[in-house]
């Protein structure tokens, strides 16, 4: 009964976000494609460029304040200590406007041999140097944010994250529109400028009890906020650091325009996954916090996590690989189908990213800092080792081959660490769940190399189907019926996919004739459809081996010399039984 409570609560609270991001991706769909019809490969690279510099930026200057702010505005609601509170939400905002001023002014000292490293010269020196603008403003609104998910508004949260992006694409479409290439970094700056004002609208709701705050307070608090941040900034600052690292090695080896198709895979391959672990990282971070010191309690709630992001993200990660060709052409145009592949590949990448995500956070929690900082250095070092090896070796798709080689030394990392750090162990589901779907991948992934593209679209659009329906069957064992919107159980009952006599029972009412009859169909689904998985996954890999076979040798002979072995052998099987061997 705990776990169907804490699944629907997980639920919940990834729907509310999930809408909100769902809204968020639609609205991102359409500045992206207009941005892809206006600029073109080069200018989407130019924009990638300068969103690296930014990000880079705010990673430095930011001191992981938008992370560390979350941990400790959580621990201080939880101790119900309204001073505290009060008092770690005003250090929280002043610290954010204090360091917003410094990355900005940091960028501007920085411009002219940032411009050099990234351009080969000093002539978007100027360009750079009004990105701090943007940089102050992410920074501010990171504060305001991180006040805002610490405090658990998860629907102020929803609603900042929609409006933050309508406003932000109807001021920078028209900018581009009107400006081109020389309007991108004025785009970025009133994008950021927009995100700005919407924290600050949510952020203003919140009420503390105000109280004097003395300058030994406020060195306390700033410490605390500091000293986790410095993880969190050493963190970040790797991870963007790397990207930015890869798109150099990419401009280097292979060119300007494969770094706008490398931008254009990347920001793909991360949408889905991105908006999936925003719905669920949203509550779960400040809600594992609170339970960080009971390690039966963390690992469990982690695991249901893992769960959970499995369920949602395997279909997409399906469904993206199947369909990146009509992905690409969606989001961009078609001189962006060079991005097809290397979009593949960062999909195998994102699984395992989702994989390893909710156990990271184990780290995070415990305030382990040298691990935190230890991970994600091994992690930048595989990556850009790999990255400059497969790009030199591959080209373009190299760094998708990179990225994918990275995360699974990542996983087997994250695991070792959390096992040391609380005892951590895989669930029995989680690991069934996993090598389903990731069986599954492996199927259609390899199915566009070895089978012809039509037959590989179908056997994708089958295992979409499959992990789809597969998915649901699991979420109808994990929650009770009850906590279900009735219009999505009633489209579940006329798929079939739920019981169809289920008429509003709950877990605290005794459990009828009936649901125990429904409760017994609801498991021949679930695993009817596990046994379906397993029979396509065995019947597309001996597709990809005769097909395989019939590339290397011409077909007809083939066959002919198959019938012919055949009646060879019923021959020889026929004279045995006659002897009576």
């Given at each position: 009964?705990?776990?169907?409570?804490?699944?629907?609560?997980?639920?919940?609270?990834?729907a509310?976000?999930?809408?909100?991001?769902?809204l968020s991706?639609i609205?991102?769909?359409?500045?992206?494609?207009a941005?892809?019809?206006?600029?073109g490969?080069?200018?989407v690279?130019?924009?990638?460029?300068?969103?690296?510099?930014t990000?880079?930026?705010?990673?430095?200057?930011g001191?992981g304040?938008?992370?560390?702010g979350?941990?400790?505005?959580?621990e201080a609601?939880?101790?119900?200590d309204?001073?505290?509170?009060a008092?770690?939400?005003a250090?929280?905002?002043?610290?954010?406007?204090?360091?917003?001023?410094?990355?900005?002014?940091?960028?501007i000292?920085?411009?002219?041999?940032?411009?050099?490293l990234?351009?080969?010269?000093?002539q978007?020196?100027?360009?750079?140097?009004?990105l701090?603008?943007?940089v102050?403003?992410n920074?501010?609104?990171?504060?305001?944010?991180?006040?805002i998910?610490?405090?658990?508004?998860?629907?102020?949260?929803a609603?900042?994250?929609?409006?933050g992006?309508?406003?932000?694409?109807?001021?920078?479409i028209?900018?581009?529109?009107?400006?081109?290439?020389?309007?991108?970094?004025?785009?970025?700056?009133?994008?950021a400028?927009m995100?700005l004002l919407?924290?600050?609208?949510y952020?203003?709701?919140i009420?503390?009890?105000?109280?004097?705050?003395?300058?030994?307070?406020?060195?306390?608090?700033?410490?605390a906020l500091?000293k986790?941040?410095?993880?969190?900034?050493?963190?970040?600052?790797?991870?963007?650091?790397?990207?930015?690292a890869?798109?150099?090695?990419v401009?280097?080896?292979?060119?300007?325009d494969?770094?706008?198709?490398?931008?254009?895979?990347?920001?793909?391959?991360?949408?889905?996954?991105?908006?999936i672990?925003?719905?669920?990282?949203?509550?779960f971070?400040?809600?594992?916090?609170a339970?960080?010191?009971d390690?039966?309690?963390?690992?469990?709630?982690?695991?249901e996590?893992?769960?959970?992001s499995m369920l949602?993200a395997?279909?997409?990660?399906?469904?993206?690989?199947?369909?990146?060709?009509?992905?690409?052409?969606?989001f961009?145009?078609?001189?962006?189908?060079?991005?097809?592949?290397?979009l593949r590949?960062?999909c195998?990448?994102?699984?395992?990213?989702?994989i390893?995500?909710?156990?990271g956070?184990?780290?995070?929690?415990?305030n382990?800092q040298?691990?935190?900082i230890?991970?994600?250095?091994?992690?930048?070092?595989?990556y850009?080792g790999?990255a400059?090896?497969?790009?030199?070796?591959?080209?373009?798709?190299?760094?998708?081959?990179?990225?994918?080689?990275s995360?699974v030394?990542h996983?087997?990392?994250?695991?070792?660490?959390v096992?040391?750090?609380?005892?951590?162990?895989?669930?029995?589901?989680?690991?069934?769940?996993s090598?389903?779907?990731?069986g599954?991948?492996?199927?259609v992934?390899?199915?566009?190399?070895?089978?012809?593209?039509?037959l590989?679209?179908?056997?994708?659009t089958?295992?979409?189907?499959?992990?789809?329906?597969?998915s649901i069957?699991?979420?109808?064992n994990?929650?009770s019926?009850?906590?279900i919107?009735?219009p999505v159980?009633?489209?579940?009952?006329?798929?079939?996919?739920?019981?169809?006599?289920?008429s509003?029972?709950?877990?605290l009412?005794?459990i009828?004739?009936?649901?125990?009859?429904?409760?017994?169909?609801?498991?021949?689904l679930?695993?009817?459809?596990k046994?379906?998985?397993l029979a396509f996954?065995?019947?597309?890999?001996f597709?990809?081996w005769?097909?395989?076979?019939?590339?290397?040798?011409?077909?007809?002979?083939?066959l002919?010399s198959?019938?012919?072995?055949?009646?060879?052998?019923?021959?020889?099987?026929?004279?045995?039984?006659?002897?009576?061997i």
């Amino acid at each position: 009964m705990t776990k169907k409570h804490t699944y629907g609560q997980i639920l919940k609270s990834s729907a509310l976000i999930g809408g909100s991001s769902m809204l968020s991706i639609i609205i991102g769909i359409i500045r992206t494609k207009a941005m892809a019809m206006l600029l073109g490969p080069s200018g989407v690279g130019l924009m990638g460029l300068y969103g690296s510099i930014t990000d880079l930026t705010i990673s430095v200057a930011g001191m992981g304040i938008n992370s560390s702010g979350v941990r400790q505005i959580a621990e201080a609601v939880g101790s119900d200590d309204t001073e505290r509170i009060a008092r770690t939400a005003a250090v929280l905002r002043r610290i954010s406007i204090l360091l917003g001023v410094l990355g900005a002014v940091f960028l501007i000292g920085f411009s002219g041999p940032l411009s050099k490293l990234t351009f080969g010269n000093d002539q978007h020196a100027t360009a750079v140097a009004l990105l701090s603008i943007a940089v102050f403003f992410n920074l501010v609104s990171a504060g305001q944010g991180a006040l805002i998910q610490g405090m658990r508004r998860i629907s102020d949260l929803a609603k900042m994250s929609v409006l933050g992006a309508l406003f932000g694409t109807l001021i920078s479409i028209p900018t581009v529109y009107f400006l081109r290439e020389e309007g991108v970094v004025i785009s970025l700056v009133l994008v950021a400028a927009m995100t700005l004002l919407t924290s600050w609208w949510y952020s203003r709701k919140i009420q503390t009890q105000m109280h004097t705050v003395s300058a030994s307070q406020v060195g306390q608090e700033a410490a605390a906020l500091l000293k986790l941040g410095f993880a969190f900034m050493v963190s970040g600052l790797l991870m963007t650091g790397a990207a930015y690292a890869v798109r150099l090695i990419v401009v280097r080896k292979v060119g300007f325009d494969a770094a706008g198709l490398y931008q254009s895979a990347w920001a793909l391959g991360g949408l889905y996954i991105g908006f999936i672990l925003q719905a669920m990282g949203a509550d779960f971070y400040p809600r594992l916090a609170a339970i960080a010191k009971d390690n039966p309690e963390c690992n469990r709630v982690v695991n249901e996590q893992a769960h959970v992001s499995m369920l949602l993200a395997g279909p997409g990660i399906i469904a993206t690989l199947t369909f990146a060709p009509l992905v690409v052409a969606l989001f961009y145009t078609p001189k962006f189908e060079g991005a097809v592949e290397i979009l593949r590949w960062l999909c195998l990448g994102m699984i395992l990213r989702v994989i390893s995500w909710p156990m990271g956070f184990i780290i995070v929690v415990k305030n382990v800092q040298n691990l935190l900082i230890f991970s994600e250095l091994a992690w930048t070092v595989v990556y850009l080792g790999l990255a400059w090896v497969c790009v030199s070796s591959f080209g373009l798709k190299g760094a998708g081959i990179a990225f994918f080689g990275s995360y699974v030394f990542h996983v087997f990392m994250i695991y070792a660490i959390v096992r040391r750090l609380s005892g951590f162990r895989c669930s029995t589901a989680n690991l069934q769940t996993s090598f389903l779907f990731l069986g599954l991948i492996a199927v259609v992934f390899c199915g566009f190399y070895a089978l012809p593209f039509l037959l590989a679209m179908v056997a994708g659009t089958l295992a979409v189907l499959l992990s789809g329906v597969y998915s649901i069957q699991v979420f109808l064992n994990l929650i009770s019926l009850d906590r279900i919107p009735r219009p999505v159980l009633k489209s579940l009952q006329w798929l079939r996919l739920a019981p169809s006599g289920y008429s509003g029972l709950n877990d605290l009412e005794p459990i009828s004739k009936t649901a125990i009859s429904d409760s017994v169909v609801k498991n021949k689904l679930f695993a009817d459809i596990k046994w379906s998985i397993l029979a396509f996954m065995v019947c597309a890999l001996f597709s990809m081996w005769i097909y395989g076979y019939d590339r290397g040798a011409d077909w007809s002979a083939e066959l002919d010399s198959i019938e012919s072995k055949l009646e060879m052998l019923l021959s020889i099987f026929h004279i045995k039984i006659n002897n009576g061997i």
